[in-house]
């Protein structure tokens, strides 16, 4: 779909961050206290995704957390928005959303 829609990342409030001590051997990634902080992370996702996120931009969610808030995105969401109306809701992340739901989605709708 990539000739056919835009795909944009958010990057919002670190999920796991480092002093909860969630994972090991992860990203050494604390809770961002400025948007310096945020961005930074944010750039380390784009270097580590490498090709994955290649031509998807990264957006960084303001220290209010108003995308994260509007779209209750924490951990992860999947969202289609068509001129300005979210036609595509899928499930909180990690566990409970599908990417063949939102493959079938787009191949009905494109």
């Known amino acids: ?13 670190e999920a796991h961050p480092a002093e909860k001590k969630h994972f090991t051997g992860n990203f050494d990634i604390a809770t961002h206290a400025s948007m310096g902080e945020r961005i930074e992370a944010a750039n380390t996702l784009k270097e580590e995704a490498g090709k994955i996120l290649e031509g998807c931009p990264i957006l960084v969610d303001p220290m209010d957390d108003r995308a994260n808030l509007a779209y209750a995105a924490l951990p992860e969401r999947l969202y ?6 979210i036609t595509y809701e899928g499930g909180v992340g990690p566990f409970f959303y599908s990417i063949d ?5 787009l191949s009905k709708t494109v």
């Open 1 to 13: 779909f990539a000739g056919l829609v835009d795909f944009v990342t958010v990057y919002i409030a």
């Open 101 to 105: 739901e939102l493959d079938a989605f």
């Open 80 to 85: 289609v928005v068509q001129d300005g109306n």
